[in-house]
């Protein structure tokens, strides 16, 4: 079989590709940085050295592919994140459909369900709704939880204030996910195709609540009494500007804290399917103590 991954050698892509080339396959893994080839032919796949924003890259990449991987990568530079996230699932439609690729598995999100005010995840919204739009295509949309690994943005406040926080709401349930699981996810997908039509298929490791969060990340990093502090809107807001994240980015995150905390995120989230060998919070700790320890 021949796949496509998107997300260079990112937190998802990189684990996915090393699943189905252990598996045999055909794998190419396009990445923006011509530094990456080596790395990315190192782990025996092909690499494919363009930008997402180029829609004839993308046809010529996809075509033969028996199904592709789509994810739209991370930015902070973008004047308009949703639409460009939006725009990046358009040049993915288009080129699906022009090359004839039948079977998707594509990375979107919880609170994927909102068109607007859930930040970058709104952005998702559109994407989905391009791919659902190619008749005759297979589409697999991937709903996981929060990222395990965005807790990582939050050593800094540790070190230099002491505590943990956000806007999620007091004491908030998170609906969490590991980077290698939902990579598990999406190779299961791609390896055994089952799917037709378009669907979803939530992916969840833990759910913890966010003093849970504090308790066990403290306890791993020797600050058994680590407080989650839960900020207002407009104090997270202005720590993020603070910490020199542009106006649009740190707006869309606020706005999608806001999400969390009302519950409309999560709204869509039913039948989740977790993973056997889900990372739990207690398994995340570790990778967060070695993490903050080298920072």
Known sequence: MKYVI??????????????LVNAGHNVTVISSKADKQSQIESLGAHAAIGSVEDTAFLTRTFNGADAVYTMVPPTMSAPDWVGHIHNIGKNYAEAIKAAGVKQVVNLSSIGAHMPEGCGPVSGLYHVEQELNKLEGVNVKHLRPGFFFTNLYSNIGMIKHAGIIGANYGENAKL???????????????MLTPTFTGKSIRFVVSDEPTTT?????????????QLPWVNFKNEDALNGMLQAGLPAEVAEKYMEMGEAMATGKMTAGYANKQPL??????????KEFAAAYAQA
């Open 276 to 285: 056997a060998s889900a990372t739990k919070l207690a398994d995340f700790a």
């Open 175 to 189: 609906v969490m996910a590991h980077p290698n699981d939902i990579a598990a996810a999406a190779a299961e997908e």
């Open 212 to 224: 849970e969060i504090a308790g066990a990340l403290g306890a791993a990093i020797g600050k058994p």
């Open 6 to 19: 998107t997300g260079s050698l990112g937190n998802i892509s990189k684990p996915l590709t090393q699943q």
